[in-house]
Every structure is written in structure tokens, then in C-alpha cells.
């Protein structure tokens, strides 16, 4: 820097209005009031109050029952037990245990001995670009389906083992003289 430079000072002067407090603390303005999205309108209007949402209005269960038994839902017919459940298009079978550089032709070509396949989903990596491991595969028919589990679960392809089974069921199959534990045993004790 040079020793002869010109220096410009700045003085700063107040328009009159004092920005200290007498206190010594800044002086702030108060916080403009806010309309609420709930109440509506301004806050303490005085007006009804309205409100947007579920959750709100204040009704018995014996109301709420009588308002949805007149309406008609959709739902999921089960037969009586746990089983197989067909998607909206067609049944649609799990297959893990794929090998890692499997193609969707190599599937292909195995599955479609059975029927016609209609949709197959075989997942990337994105990190890797290799198979995740599982397979979607859609029949439209239940005995198709049925045929490549029966058929392909515990084959091998591609040097690798896989599990064929429903990608969706109704439910655990229920065993019979299964032993539940709710915690785990400790060995019995030894006795001299």
C-alpha cells in the first residue's frame, strides 16, 4: 500500500432517528400478525371460526359409524385361508437367488416353458449395474404360475441356486403342533 494514499472517511449520521434504545439494546419493531390458515381470517377478529383437514369437527363413533354403513368399500375376498393372491393383472411369481450377471433373456428362456409370460422385472443396481438378486416374473394364467414353482424352486441357474414362490399370499401357512417360544431358553441346569 502506498504511504501517500488518500484515504476517504466515512461519517455516518443518524436522520434523526436514534437506533439505541435508552437501555442500550437495539429497538425492534413488533411482529406483523399473521393469518392463520387454520382460524381464517385475522387473529382475534372476532369471526367464526373455520377450519381446513380431517380431525376437526367433534363426532360420536356412533355418527361416524352410521355415516360409512351406507357405503359400499372394496375389498380382498380371502377363500377361507392363506394361499396365493393374484394382482390385477395376472399372478405374479418371486424368483431370488438370481446370479449376479443373469439377463433377462436367461430367465426368459427358462420361465417361458410354461406359459406365456406377460410382465419381467429383473432389478439393477444402480451403483454396480449387476442384478440385485431377484426377479419378478407375471403369468396370466394360476396353473402357469403354478407349474414353474412347482418345477423351478431349488433349480439351478446360472451356477446358482434359486427360490421360485408367490410374490403375494393371503397369509402364513398356519402349522399345526408348532412350539412358540416368547423368549429364548437357557440350557437345563445341571444337577450333581
Known amino acids: 500500500m502506498a504511504a501517500n494514499a ?9 436522520d434523526g432517528e436514534d437506533l439505541m434504545d435508552d437501555d442500550g439494546l437495539p429497538t425492534q419493531a413488533p411482529a406483523p400478525k399473521l ?18 383437514g380431517r380431525g376437526f369437527r367433534e363426532e360420536t363413533s356412533f355418527e361416524r359409524k352410521d355415516r360409512l354403513a351406507g357405503r359400499d368399500f372394496d375389498s380382498v375376498a ?13 399372478w405374479i411369481v418371486l424368483v431370488t437367488g438370481i446370479h449376479e450377471e443373469a439377463q433377462e433373456d436367461d430367465l426368459q428362456t427358462v ?16 451403483r454396480t449395474g449387476f442384478v440385485k438378486g ?8 394360476f396353473e402357469e404360475a403354478q407349474a414353474a414353482i412347482e418345477t423351478l424352486d431349488g433349480a439351478e441357474l446360472l451356477t446358482q441356486v434359486i427360490n ?8 402364513p401357512v398356519k402349522r ?9 431358553r437357557s440350557p437345563p441346569r445341571r444337577r450333581y
Open 6 to 14: 488518500e484515504v476517504e472517511a466515512v461519517d455516518f449520521e443518524s
Open 35 to 52: 393469518r392463520s390458515a387454520i382460524t381464517g381470517g385475522e387473529p382475534g377478529s372476532g369471526g367464526p371460526r373455520r377450519t381446513k
Open 78 to 90: 380371502s377363500n377361507g385361508g392363506p394361499g396365493p393372491l393374484r394382482s390385477i393383472e395376472g
Open 111 to 126: 420361465f417361458c416353458e410354461f406359459g406365456q409370460i406377460k410382465n419381467l422385472h429383473l432389478n439393477l443396481d444402480r
Open 134 to 141: 431377484y426377479a419378478m416374473i407375471e403369468y396370466e394364467s
Open 164 to 171: 421360485v414362490d408367490w410374490a403375494f399370499s393371503n397369509g
Open 176 to 184: 399345526k403342533n408348532v412350539r412358540r417360544r416368547s423368549r429364548s
